[in-house]
């Protein structure tokens, strides 16, 4: 099994986190997302603790919340001790439902409106990621009419291809984040910060992509901003305090893809740093990173029922099932491997190869091809692993189909987090 949370019971049927999942389909329908919390609260504390072990006192590790956003998840990290990204207002209003610390979230994103820059700061966000130079102007001009200094750290792109899908790399150049490195822009910029009054300039932020397996990528940032800090320090005589280097560690959707320690990866990482602060003479200021992926896609798993099997005769085969692209649009958006186990036949022989179909209104809807599977019959429950990640985030309601609800699982049984959207909810916007 690609994660020690799997299992098949004397039944066979597939087990997560100790709970037999065709059981879980039978008490809360399907389609279910199953979140593991012990696998969440272990993936948090390996970060925590490998940040405490190999970076600089008052490094933190910061759970990047689009991955995943519920209240129940701040209430988790809270618990954990980690800080948290967030990228909108809807994001920093259930943190701050949830009873997060806001002081310990940082506020991400490439267009930050005015409105959302306003509300950040009366929700006590405690850091803002600035992306562009209006941006900066509109969080001084802000900060000013509040009469309140507002800590930031500016987003820079150090110039990298990470090798993975072109939508998921965002560390080049021509990246639609943060500011140039190589072009000059970013330094310029730095020299505007440093002039403004309500402005707390702590550091700077890159992020270099995601699903990364090497630790190559992280070698090259790292380089590059110990570089690009030198070059400051030398113009305008200004050190980071904080030195931000994003998210992006891997994780295993199929067989294929390779297992990685986190704690050997930031190892590796500090080493670099450690090479580099002694190549350019710089201190290494506290160090952050944002996992979001690695924190919550092994934490989860998505049931379904399965409808139809459809053989073309010489063509191929479809297995349909009653969810889809909205609630895991990831094949569509990038064709994304998945793992797929008919969950209540997990101990058969494999030898039926399908195309798993969604059940929306596009040819594109589908989950994952080319799976060998047991032949399934209708009702049959099928399970998708990994999706604790960029799943539920992602979901919509095309074709007003009612969102699935989470279940989290551990220790003492099974609990809602986030319920079944209804038909009634399905319209309660609607005049
Ligand atoms: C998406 C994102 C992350 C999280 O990336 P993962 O691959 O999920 O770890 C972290 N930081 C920023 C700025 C992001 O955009």
């Not at 562009?132 to 509040?146: G, N, P, R, V």
């Not at 692209?325 to 101990?347: C, E, K």
Request: net charge negative.
């Amino acid at each position: 099994m690609i994660c020690d949370n799997l299992s098949i019971n004397s039944s066979g049927h597939l087990c997560f986190a100790g709970y037999d999942t065709v059981g879980l389909a039978q008490k809360y329908g399907t389609p279910l997302y199953l979140m593991d919390e012990n696998k969440i609260r272990e993936n948090m504390r390996e970060y925590k603790t490998a940040f405490e072990k190999y970076f600089p006192k008052g490094s933190c590790p910061e759970y990047a919340s689009k991955a995943f956003s519920c209240k129940q998840i701040y209430r988790i990290a809270k618990e954990e001790g980690l800080n948290i990204d967030v990228v909108s207002m809807g994001e920093i209003y259930t943190a701050f439902k949830a009873g997060y610390p806001m002081e310990n979230c940082f506020f991400h994103g490439n267009n930050k409106t005015d409105k959302e820059i306003a509300f950040a700061m009366e929700s006590g966000v405690g850091c803002i990621v600035a992306d562009s130079e209006e941006e900066l102007f509109a969080i001084e001009k802000i900060a000013a009419q509040k009469g309140i200094t507002q800590k930031i750290l500016l987003r820079v792109t150090p110039g990298i291809d990470t090798h993975t899908h072109e939508k998921i790399s965002t560390g080049n150049v021509d990246s639609k984040f943060g500011i140039a490195i190589d072009t000059n822009q970013a330094k310029e910029t730095v020299g505007k910060i440093l002039k403004l009054k309500n402005i707390d300039f702590t550091g700077f932020h890159c992020h270099i992509g995601s699903q990364i397996f090497e630790s190559e990528p992280f070698d090259l940032a790292s380089e590059l901003m110990f570089r690009f800090i030198k070059d400051i320090k030398n113009t305008y005589g200004y050190t980071p305090r904080i030195l931000n280097l994003g998210g992006g560690f891997g994780v295993r959707y199929v067989e294929s893809d390779p297992k990685i320690s986190f704690t050997e990866k930031i190892a590796d990482i500090a080493e670099i740093l450690k090479k580099q602060s002694n190549a350019f003479q710089i201190e290494i200021p506290k160090i952050a990173m944002e996992p979001g992926r690695s924190i919550v896609a092994d934490a989860g798993l998505t049931l379904y029922s399965v409808g139809s099997v459809k053989e073309i005769t010489g063509y191929k085969n479809y297995v349909s099932i009653d969810g889809g692209m909205t609630d895991n649009p990831r094949y569509t958006l990038y064709q994304s491997p998945y793992t797929v186990i008919l969950a209540s036949r997990a101990n058969e022989k494999t030898d039926f190869c399908a195309t798993i179909a969604g059940r929306c209104c596009e040819e594109g809807d589908v989950i994952q091809e080319n799976v060998m599977l047991p032949k399934p019959n209708r009702n049959d429950i099928l399970a998708v692993l990994t999706t604790g990640a960029y799943n539920y985030s992602m979901a919509s309601n095309y074709n007003r189909v009612p969102r699935p609800p989470v279940v989290m699982l551990n220790e003492n049984g099974d609990y809602v987090a986030v319920k079944r959207e209804t038909l009634e909810d399905v319209c309660v916007l609607d005049i």
